[in-house]
């Protein structure tokens, strides 16, 4: 009975903050920034955490925009994670805004379950999901040492319990070459640009033979100045990702080979890059997220467990997933057609569609809250599945 009561309780008080919420969300959809760049939406962050009595450390793993506002001052620490960086010329096309809103939503209104059952309610601000990886530098600068279990909700276009995500890695590549007259004196020059798309017909073939799903694609950054120039110089970015991180490996050494094997063919010089972070797969704990899925379903909502059809990409989340034992589960905000990381989709999460996954997201969060600080017995069993994982 005073579970029930407390869940009813913290569902009230996101419906509570449902007009404050919604603005936030919104505001930082209105005003989408870059990763590590997200100055206007951590500031709006911060300030409701601190009006609804949060402790807020500011710059922490030394990011100017990744923040902790914790509640609370004992064990056990859960924390929700926010994201907030939007998409180049897109926006928010991943609907991070839902995603930060959502999490300080639940913040607060966990704040009733600390306030009953002890615990700490830690709110993380990580910025630069897309491409930079904040929360690999958050788990290096061992912010999350201290946390106890993760959560947080990506909108999508299906309620799903669990995410797969792929192991990922950057490849930033150069070919220099020799510049000469295209039409007058060709035969004096190194065509930069020819070793460039000589690489990605390589690629092409070497997709083939690779692992179903594996992941190769990039985009050509610079391929020359002028058409009657030879191009002395190309260059373009890669992501490799793969199922786990062993695969992720061998596929960079067949990658790299196809960037090897256009410099010889073409005479031009290779010069490449890897990241410095790699994207961990996801690592999702079944016991947290099925209490997750037991709260969403509550709310009116189909949520499936696991779809291995359903395709996601790769997140920084999966790097933490490593450590403490996380969930990264969907809410749908648009229908199955409606593709992520699209202006369509950017539309959605600022619909009442939008709206509506944020609050069921932020509710559920509050809910499973709720389950872990009264039920002992359902921490130790989510802290055992994660420690046989790492057995």
């Not at 009006?51 to 859960?78: H, M, S, W």
Request: charged share 20%; proline share 4%.
């Amino acid at each position: 009975m005073e579970i029930k009561r407390l869940k009813a309780e913290v569902r009230n008080k996101v419906e509570a903050q449902c007009r404050e919420v919604t603005q936030l969300s919104l505001k930082i959809h209105d005003n989408p920034e870059l990763g590590f760049q997200e100055e206007k939406a951590s500031s709006w962050l911060i300030n409701y955490l601190e009006d609804n009595g949060f402790r807020v450390q500011k710059c922490v793993a030394g990011l100017a925009t990744a923040f902790q506002a914790t509640y609370g001052q004992e064990k056990p620490r859960i924390a929700l994670l926010a994201e907030y960086d939007a998409l180049p010329k897109i926006g928010h096309g991943c609907g991070h805004n839902i995603i930060a809103a959502s999490a300080v939503g639940a913040g607060v209104a966990s704040k009733l379950a600390i306030d009953s059952l002890g615990g700490s309610v830690v709110v993380l601000g990580t910025p630069g999901e897309e491409v930079l990886g904040g929360k690999i530098d958050m788990v290096k600068a061992g912010i999350f040492e201290e946390i106890d279990v993760a959560m947080m909700v990506h909108p999508n276009t299906r309620n799903l319990a669990t995410s797969q995500t792929l192991a990922c890695i950057s490849l930033d590549v150069e070919f220099f070459g020799k510049s000469a007259h295209a039409a007058a004196q060709p035969y004096k020059g190194i065509n930069a640009l020819e070793a460039l798309i000589l690489a990605f017909n390589s690629i092409n073939s070497l997709r083939q033979h690779i692992k179903g799903e594996a992941r190769i694609h990039g985009i050509i950054t610079d391929g020359g100045e002028a058409p009657n120039v030879v191009p002395a110089h190309s260059a373009a970015k890669f992501l490799i990702r793969a199922p786990d991180n062993a695969y992720l490996n061998e596929l960079k050494e067949k990658v790299l080979n196809c960037f090897k094997g256009a410099s010889l063919a073409s005479g031009a010089r290779l010069e490449y890059s890897w990241g410095e972070k790699t994207y961990a797969p996801m690592r999702n704990n079944i016991t947290l997220a099925r209490l997750f899925r037991q709260n969403l379903e509550s709310l009116g909502r189909h949520v499936d467990f696991f779809d291995p059809s359903f395709g996601f990409g790769s997140t920084d989340m999966g790097n933490v997933s490593q450590v403490v034992p996380s969930i990264h589960p969907m809410v749908a905000i648009a229908s199955p057609e409606v593709l992520v990381h699209t202006l369509e989709f950017a539309s959605a999460a600022a619909s009442e569609a939008g709206n509506k996954g944020l609050l069921d997201a932020a509710k559920a969060m509050a809910m499973t809250v709720v389950d872990i600080l009264s039920q002992p017995e359902m921490l130790d069993k989510i802290k055992q599945e994660f420690r046989s994982g790492h057995d």
